[in-house]
């Protein structure tokens, strides 16, 4: 999953950006800030991947 962009892996969950952010307790400038630098925050991309587990995980029960 690495290879896909945060955006194209937020867009894959349904979410918008200020979605995410509430979900995740922060700005949604803060998840803009994340999609578009060249060097993307570790949290926001670990935080993402735990929300695709989640979902994986709620789609197989």
Do not use: C, F, P
Request: charged share 30%.
């Amino acid at each position: 999953m690495a290879h896909r962009s945060l955006a194209e892996r937020r867009r894959t969950l349904g979410l918008s950006q200020t979605e995410l952010a509430a979900r995740l307790g922060i700005s949604q400038a803060a998840v803009s800030r994340a999609e578009n630098e060249d060097r993307s925050d570790k949290r926001y991309a670990l935080a993402l991947e735990a929300l695709e587990l989640r979902a994986q995980i709620g789609a197989a029960a």
